[in-house]
T-cell receptor, first 112, second 114 residues
């Protein structure tokens, strides 16, 4: 089992550009979560999918952020346009039944 | 917003000593989980305790839960230098749309010195 796979590991982009982060959850897990981690705000839940359906997106900071899960094995988090304050580590996690989440290694995003 | 607050924010101990971290939360929960994060890495699930449980053990880890006080503690016994990491508590509650929502605390940075 390769675990939760995120890509890219690092992304440096210029302000105003579109950024797409990708996540492949563990096969068989029916819940997927996107988190953002910064020193100032800690770990923030952005959006949560259950059986590919967005359940709670109250943590998505602005309309510039959008997330999709077209199928059980793939999800994207898109930021358009990106801003320097979006710089953070973005984690994807998956679980089945909520009994312990498996996190990916994260994508470190730097917007300059 | 953060559901949990952890105490202390940072802890430095000698190898072989026990480390205790505390977590307080605000709302009713379904379960509480502890995670570890090494610098620059993702989070790793350590242990889960259900709301109807009071204590749980896993290897050198001992977790307690007091739902009346809305608090939990994580004890690591006989610490090792390899235990150096950040430790987070996370509270889970059931969403109307199904599944659990997991909200993380602020974390405790543990440093175990040789």
């Amino acid at each position: 089992d390769a675990g939760v796979i995120q890509s890219p590991r690092h992304e440096v982009t210029e302000m105003g550009q579109e950024v797409t982060l990708r996540c492949k959850p563990i096969s068989g897990h029916n819940s997927l979560f996107w988190y953002r981690q910064t020193m100032m705000r800690g770990l923030e839940l952005l959006i949560y999918f259950n059986n590919n359906v967005p359940i709670d997106d109250s943590g998505m900071p602005e309309d510039r952020f959008s997330a999709k899960m077209p199928n059980a094995s793939f999800s994207t988090l898109k930021i358009q346009p990106s801003e320097p304050r979006d710089s953070a580590v973005y984690f994807c996690a998956s679980t089945v039944g909520g009994w312990g989440y498996t996190f990916g290694s994260g994508t470190r995003l730097t917007v300059v | 917003s953060q559901q949990g607050e952890e105490d202390p924010q940072a802890l430095s101990i000698q190898e072989g000593e026990n480390a205790t971290m505390n977590c307080s939360y605000k709302t009713s929960i379904n379960n509480l989980q502890w995670y570890r994060q090494n610098s620059g890495r993702g989070l790793v699930h350590l242990i889960l305790i259900r709301s109807n449980e009071r204590e749980k053990h896993s290897g050198r880890l001992r977790v307690t839960l007091d739902t009346s006080k809305k608090s939990s503690s994580l004890l690591i016994t006989a610490s090792r230098a390899a235990d150096t990491a950040s430790y987070f508590c996370a509270t889970a509650y059931i969403l109307t749309g199904g599944g659990n929502k997991l909200t993380f605390g602020t974390g405790t940075q543990l440093k175990v010195e040789l």
